[in-house]
């Protein structure tokens, strides 16, 4: 069993930006690939950005490449997504998630821990 819990949302002007954090309990943190999802209210959530066990590898969706970065950090259970240059669309509540398995990354079906989310607001 895995809580996450997300923090670091808030409003910001467009091109600035933001760093979410996510904090997992548990001492298996290092067993499950994160992932970062966007949902905006009347639109299904979309991928963002996952990570895989060891942070050795990362993958975007093709919206936020170039600009947000994840990483993690497993001594302190502690998942990050940096955002830059933000512009008015990135707007959503943000949520990370955790998954077991292989693959997959993108899809968000195959995540079996999700957090309560967090918002971000980018004014034009």
């Known amino acids: 069993q895995v809580q996450l819990v997300e923090s670091g949302g808030g409003l910001v002007q467009a091109g600035g930006s933001l760093r979410l954090s996510c904090a997992a309990s548990?001492?298996?943190?290092?067993?499950?690939?994160m992932g970062w999802f966007r949902q905006v209210p009347g639109k299904e959530r979309e991928f963002v950005a996952a990570?895989?066990?060891?942070?050795?590898?990362?993958y975007y969706a093709d919206s936020v490449k170039g600009r947000f970065t994840i990483s993690r950090d497993n001594a302190r259970n502690t998942v990050y997504l940096q955002m830059n240059s933000l512009k008015p669309e990135d707007t959503a509540v943000y949520y990370c998630a955790a998954k077991g398995g292989v693959g997959y990354y993108s899809a968000q079906d195959k995540y079996d821990y999700w957090g309560q989310g967090t918002q971000v607001t980018v004014s034009s």
């Open positions: 548990g001492r298996t943190f290092s067993s499950y690939i």
């Open positions: 990570i895989t066990r060891s942070g050795g590898m990362t």
